[in-house]
Every structure is written in C-alpha cells, then in structure tokens.
C-alpha cells in the first residue's frame, strides 16, 4: 500500500505493517516519517532494534540472519536497513523478496532509502513489498502546499498564526524545510502557545537577521572562545530570549553527546550519517570532539538544566553568565 506523509500517523494508529519502505530526498521529512514509524512500533512492544546498512560489500545473508535469530531478552525486534545506493541490484532484491513472502509475526522491518532511483520504485522487490506492507514517498515541498505545511507546523506548537504569517514565513525560508522547522521551533520559544501576528514575526526575523543564534554553536564548535562571547554580547543587547539561547547550546550538545558515544562503537562515519550531521560540519565535530570527552559533555548537559532553572526563575543567577559559562567551555581549547 501506498500512501503520503499525512496519511502516516492515522495508519500507524490503526495498524503495523510488516515491512515499511521510506524513501525520498526531503530529509526532515524521511526522518521524522522513521520516527513516528519507531515510536508505533516501541508502543507495539519492538523493544529491540537492529540497524544494517546497504553498502558496497553488503552480505544480504545478514538480513535473513538477523530476522531468523532470537533474543534472549526481547521477543519483538525492530529491523532497520538503511539503503545508501540508488538501487539494490538482484540479489538485493532476491533478498527483499524473500523476507516479505514470509515476514516473521515478531519481526518489523524497516527500509530507509533516501537516494532510491524513480524507477527502483517499480522494480519486483518493491512491488513484493507494496503488497504486504506500505510505501511512502516524500516530496518536496513548494508553493501552497509549503504554506500549509508551516502553519499547520505552527498550529501544532500551540501557535495560532494570524492570515498572511505562514506566507510570509514561506517565504523567509525559501522552501527549505530543516529551516522552516527550526524557524517555528525559535518562534514557539521567544513567544510560547497563543496568537502570533505579523508584527512579531517580523520581529523575530528581524533579530536573527542582525545575528545569527546559530552562529553561537558554530563558534564555539570551532573553538573560538572571542566570538562566543562577542555573539553572547550581541544576543544579550538585542533582547534576544535566554531561553532561545538555551536551546540553541543544548542542542547541539545533546548531538555532540550521542555522537560521541556512537562513535566510540559504530566509528565517526555512521554515527554522522545516524544523527544527520551535515558534511559542512563534520570537520568542527570532529574538533570539538578531538577535545570534548562524552562525560565532560554530559556535565555541560546537566549544567544546561540549571540554566533553564534559573531562566525559570526557580533558582537565582544571572541566565546570561549561566549560559556564557556553558559557551565558554564548550569552546575550550584546553
């Protein structure tokens, strides 16, 4: 069965397919499709998950393997294949085919196939798959349907968007999705749940036109301990919200934490392609990850939550030394 992004989460309420085929070249959108379709299944009792990538040197044994074995802890397993290539060739397909003639009752596979061809799409494995499973294709996103998109994006943060502020925030972004997202998300922060008209979009555009806030992890990414702090400054006279600035550092901490785990286990390359940090980035990662231990990393985590108290109100301090402390030492050369 085939079906389109908003159609998911009613399915997945009534119903899990055994197989789900997610592919496309909108990124925000595939992930988010990967997750609705992991929480369904972690509600259903896919406690375990296994992860395989197709690559060059890919044993499609592994897929049979893995569905056949049995944990010792865990009686439902969440399978996730992750397609890196435009196509899977014969025995891919062979290997797919055979799955979904019998797919295991404790079993649930996954398929993530964000660079998968046009006509990959009418090939035998997928139309195997289409047959007992579900299919969704995620599109770009223009025009109209981008303007729908953002409002209803707002509506579901508790944002009630007077007529003409998801054109004007289409616009803002450009049909860049990842972008829109993070627009709402700032919006949702500087003004919480209620009406939000015109005027204080433009304001809130107009801040982040004078300074970047993302250009505060970045700097201190890449070590540069001066910027911090003249960015900090610049936030801080602006009026932009601690909370904003709060959000923007626990973030990117939250990302640094896992992939530093990850990388610990996996190696730096799947745990980049797992927590979708974009290649433009990966070289001030990979240097603040040269000097920042997952530990330290916790603690400035913890300490974000002492940050968001005090923003609070819940205890006393200064927010903005709170956070700059945070900044200072996330960007610590040693």
Not at 31 to 55: D, K, N, S
Request: glycine content about 6%; overall charge positive.
């Amino acid at each position: 069965m085939r079906i389109q992004y908003r159609q998911l989460a009613d399915n997945l309420k009534r119903t899990l397919a055994p197989v789900y085929l997610l592919c496309g070249d909108e990124p925000l959108q595939l992930g988010e499709a990967a997750t609705e379709v992991r929480t369904a299944a972690r509600a259903r009792g896919f406690e375990e998950r296994e992860r395989l990538e197709y690559e060059t040197g890919f044993d499609w044994g592994h897929l049979a393997a893995t569905a056949d074995a049995r944990s010792l802890f865990c009686a439902r397993k969440l399978i996730e294949l992750r397609l890196t290539t435009p196509r899977i060739g014969r025995e891919g397909s062979e290997a797919v085919r055979a799955y979904c003639r019998k797919p295991a009752a404790d079993n649930l596979l996954l398929i993530l196939a964000p660079a998968l061809e046009r006509k990959e799409l009418q090939a035998k494995w997928v139309q195997e798959l289409d047959r007992i499973g579900c299919i969704l294709q995620v599109r770009q996103i223009e025009g109209r349907q981008l303007v729908a998109w953002i409002e209803q994006r707002l509506r579901a943060r508790g944002l009630r968007p007077e007529p003409g502020v998801a054109e004007l925030l289409s616009e803002r972004v450009e049909g860049n999705l990842p972008a829109a997202a993070q627009e709402v998300e700032k919006l949702w922060l500087l003004y919480g749940a209620g009406d939000l008209d015109r005027a204080r979009l433009a304001s809130a555009i107009a801040d982040s036109a004078r300074y970047d806030l993302f250009d505060l992890p970045d700097a201190a990414l890449s070590g540069d301990r001066a910027r911090v702090h003249r960015i900090l400054v610049t936030l801080a006279a602006e009026g932009t919200a601690p909370a904003l600035v709060l959000w923007a550092l626990a973030r990117e901490l939250r990302m640094l934490a896992a992939v530093s785990h990850a990388a610990r286990h996996g190696g730096t390359a799947a745990a980049f392609r797992t927590y979708n940090v974009w290649e433009s980035r990966q070289s001030r990662v990979l240097a603040a990850l040269k000097r920042l231990s997952t530990d330290h990393l916790r603690v400035l985590l913890i300490r974000c939550a002492t940050a968001d108290r005090t923003i609070k109100g819940l205890t006393t301090g200064d927010p903005w030394q709170t956070l700059a402390t945070i900044a200072d030492d996330l960007a610590n050369t040693g």
